[in-house]
């Protein structure tokens, strides 16, 4: 009986930290669909991103010539992204608006978005992005479901459409009261396109070491298959 008690007492040590973990998950985060390897996807992102974001906020470790890594021809890289003439590819992403007049505007500073997604994680971008709804009782008229009384207006909104929150507690779910441009499969898509991109963006060089992690990969294989072969032919004789 006392062993079994004692085995009650272990479990429930070990389930404690579990437990504490589901009750405080009260966010709960889609699974980003963030695919580094799909340099068209990035690129949509990269669109996306000046032409949506850097209005406010700035990317300042980021070069547009970096944007070559996606498979951009400087061409493109001015082209499509609507460069203005003086912005030479080898500076970084500036911010439109200066950071005084944007914390003047929505009462915080649009952080930096270089490395966001270390920050903050693939899933939380792309959750976030997804889950602005409307909200009389806000000056920007913009609420958010894992960013509580966020200071960011949905610059999206004419893609996603408009949502509503309903519902209390665990409950509450996020519904489409006003379509957007985009079908909600589509805009799902354009904010994974976004979300790679800024993952990209955080770390240029994950493309490179993916490569290089491959190399490695297939040269310890090599490498196995070499010494096994070699513990066979030394054990031959002795056997
Ligand atoms: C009109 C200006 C404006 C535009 C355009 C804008 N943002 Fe923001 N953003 C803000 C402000 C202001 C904040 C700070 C919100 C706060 O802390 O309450 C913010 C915060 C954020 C945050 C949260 C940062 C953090 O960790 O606290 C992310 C992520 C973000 N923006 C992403 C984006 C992306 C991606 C785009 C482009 C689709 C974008 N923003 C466009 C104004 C803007």
Request: proline residues 4%.
């Amino acid at each position: 009986m006392k062993a079994i008690n004692k085995l009650w007492m272990l479990a429930l040590l070990m389930a404690m930290p579990v437990l504490a973990i589901a009750s405080g998950a009260e966010v709960h985060l889609d699974k980003a669909p963030v695919n580094l390897k799909d340099q068209v996807s990035l690129q949509r992102g990269a669109k996306l991103f000046t032409s949506r974001c850097l209005a406010c906020h700035s990317a300042s470790y980021m070069r547009y010539n970096r944007l070559q890594d996606i498979g951009m021809t400087e061409e493109q890289i001015k082209k499509d992204l609507e460069l203005p003439e003086d912005v030479k590819l080898g500076s970084t992403m500036q911010a439109a608006m200066d950071a005084n007049s944007a914390k003047l505007a929505y009462g915080v500073a649009p952080p930096d978005l270089s490395v966001i997604a270390r920050s903050r994680s693939a899933d939380w971008l792309y959750t976030y992005l997804r889950s602005f709804y409307v909200d009389s009782a806000r000056s920007t008229g913009w609420n958010n479901a894992i960013f509580p009384n966020v200071g960011m207006p949905h610059v999206l909104s004419d893609m996603q459409g408009e949502q509503a929150l309903k519902g209390e507690g665990h409950e509450r779910k996020l519904e489409l009261t006003a379509p957007g441009s985009m079908k909600p499969a589509e805009y799902d898509s354009a904010v994974a396109d976004l979300t790679n991109y800024l993952v990209f963006m955080g770390e240029p060089a994950k493309l490179v070491r993916y490569d290089l992690g491959l190399i490695v990969l297939g040269f310890l294989s090599i490498l196995f298959v070499l010494v096994y072969a070699l513990k066979k032919e030394i054990w031959k004789d002795l056997h």
